[in-house]
């Protein structure tokens, strides 16, 4: 288990607009400095401001703005828990999990809240095994804390794992690979057009799925690092430097040195 998969820290000091940001598992936001907006179709735009929490279930956001403070920037902590733990805390706490979504809207991160958050990332910081088992029920805490204000459904709930993801997590193992559909369907003890079938029935197919995790895992890996660019964009499996910076910019709205300036870092 990797805890950089599990929390991640995103820093901006200028203005962050990202377009159609994919979120491939639910995720709790933590931010503590500055403002995240959310812009979602239909709907007004939607403010969380520093101190505040918002628990994304897994998708895309068509809009979203990382505002900085004059003071301290712009700071939010990501935290995307591993299915095992959702998994294992379903097993545990069936009755406290919410029967239904609540609407999309920030709450405030009180002192019993920025504890257990303070606490997971700290025993994440440490990635002995002994420390993962401890944020592991520090985590599930933290569930029932938000159970308890109603609050925290679409990270509770244990589904098991889709084509998509299982195909996801084979793909995700090396990504500067030239996967071939037939390759991945071997790995999965399916045929080609079995691969292919299923994939349509579930709204995606094999190009687009390794194109899609290969540009998320540079923008995750682009927003948390001070890796070169050029770096990212070969681990990431794009062989031309402009076409990654074209593609990327197609993706998000923004291109990797854009990214990077208003991270304030230099090249």
């Known amino acids: 288990m990797n805890p950089a998969t599990i929390h991640q820290r995103f820093a901006a000091q200028a203005i962050q607009q990202l377009h159609r940001v994919p ?43 990382n505002l900085p403070s004059a003071a301290d920037g712009y700071l939010a902590e990501l935290f995307t828990p591993p299915p095992s733990w959702t998994h294992r805390f379903a097993q545990h706490y069936p009755l406290q999990i919410p029967a239904t979504a609540q609407t999309l809207s920030p709450f405030a991160c009180d002192q019993e809240i920025s504890q257990q958050l303070e606490q997971l990332i700290t025993l994440l910081a440490r990635a002995d095994d002994l420390s993962l088992w401890r944020a592991e029920l520090t985590w599930h805490g933290l569930l029932l804390t938000l159970a308890s204000r109603g609050l925290g459904a679409a990270l509770m709930r244990h589904t098991p794992p889709s084509l998509t993801e299982r195909c996801r997590q084979l793909l995700a193992q090396d990504l500067a690979k030239p996967w071939q559909a037939a390759e991945l369907a071997a790995a999965l003890a399916l045929s080609e057009s079995t691969l292919r079938r299923q994939l349509r029935e579930e709204a995606t197919c094999f190009s687009h799925l390794l194109s899609e995790l290969r540009l998320a895992s540079a923008f995750s890996r682009l927003m948390t690092e001070e890796t070169a660019i050029l770096t990212i964009a070969l681990d990431c499996g794009f062989q031309s430097p402009s076409r990654f910076s074209s593609n990327f910019r197609h993706r998000f709205g923004m291109t990797p040195s854009a990214i990077r300036d208003s991270r304030g870092l230099r090249p």
């Open 23 to 65: 979120l491939f598992s639910p995720v709790l936001i933590w931010v503590r400095h500055g403002c995240k907006r959310l812009s979602q179709e239909g709907q007004s735009m939607l403010e969380c401001p520093a101190g505040h929490g918002l628990i994304l279930a897994a998708g895309e956001t068509p809009l979203m703005q």
